[in-house]
């Protein structure tokens, strides 16, 4: 297991502070405020922690209400709304300076047997094709305003080898192209076999990379090059299947539309062996600067 991989493992083990009260750190961002997948990752894992073992997370829903500061501890709440004879629902609430941030609700099931059927996988380039963050990142440099940049985004990408199979936004300023986007995604190391802890990882790379197809369709090539300033706003997950956040997964995005100041990416992401796992679903903040 990578240091990085190490060190984002301890982000997501809460302090419990009380039965359903408990506290995060954050870690640097690429931007001067908290990263949206962390916030979600740790409220899965606050609700993840009052409920029994045998329930698995199926859904989660969330807002996103404020910028967070990294440099201050985050409050969970959690509220325990239902628990059913199959269905257990908590909500959670993340507070820093004494107003909540993020607002997620999460749904986990026990599991059954029922009707199967899934989309195909679409076709993709195996993963070890693909450069790393480390060999592509750099074939940029010149586009960044700030060197600075290059290192914080491969710092965010210690933890998780996250491969693009085409050019990123950024690589293509100026070229609009079709509002698709694929990247295969894994942890740097191997994890244990725990459900919730791969569902929590899932999330946290979750939005990492979704509205890079909102870009596309623009040819721009968002914060990192500062033609657009963006952020998340609502984001929501479904988990169909199991599978291993350390075992590679295909995240498979494009944007039906934006309007509004706002842009709507939605994604799949397979197992290797073409299992849908995820569905995922975000709206963010899509603005030109003036």
């Known amino acids: ?36 997948g962390q916030v979600a990752a740790q409220a899965l894992v606050a609700a993840g922690r009052t409920v029994p073992e045998d329930r698995l997370a199926h859904s989660l829903h969330a807002y996103f209400l404020r910028a967070g500061d990294p440099g201050a501890p985050i409050v969970y709440t959690v509220d325990r709304i239902r628990d059913g004879r199959s269905f257990t629902t908590r909500r959670v609430v993340a507070v820093q300076h004494g107003q909540p941030i993020f607002h997620l609700s999460a749904s986990f099931q026990t599991y059954e047997e029922g009707m199967e059927h899934q989309a195909d996988m679409p076709p993709a380039p195996a993963p070890e094709t693909l450069p790393t963050a480390a060999e592509m990142l750099p074939r940029y440099a010149h586009l960044f305003t700030e060197p600075v940049v290059i290192d914080r985004l491969l710092e965010a990408r210690e933890a998780v080898d996250l491969r693009y199979v085409d050019a990123p936004p950024f690589g293509t300023v100026g070229e609009p192209r079709e509002p698709r986007s694929q990247v295969w995604f894994r942890t740097n190391g191997k994890l244990v076999d725990d459900p919730l802890l791969h569902v929590c990882l899932a999330t946290y790379v979750s939005d990492m990379t979704l509205l890079d197809s909102v870009l596309l369709a623009h040819g721009r090539g968002g914060w990192v090059t500062g033609d657009v300033v963006g952020a998340s706003l609502d984001h929501a997950m479904w988990f169909h299947r199991p599978f291993r956040a350390d075992e590679w997964l295909l995240y498979d995005q494009e944007s039906p539309s934006a309007s509004g100041g706002r842009g709507l990416g939605q994604a799949r992401i397979y197992t290797q062996d073409g299992q849908l796992a995820i569905s995922v679903i975000q709206e963010g903040v899509v603005r030109v600067p003036r």
């Open 1 to 36: 297991m990578s240091q990085a991989l190490e060190s984002l493992l301890d982000l997501l083990d809460l302090e419990r502070i009380e039965q359903d009260i408990f506290r995060g750190q954050s870690r640097s961002a690429v931007v001067p405020r908290v990263f949206g």
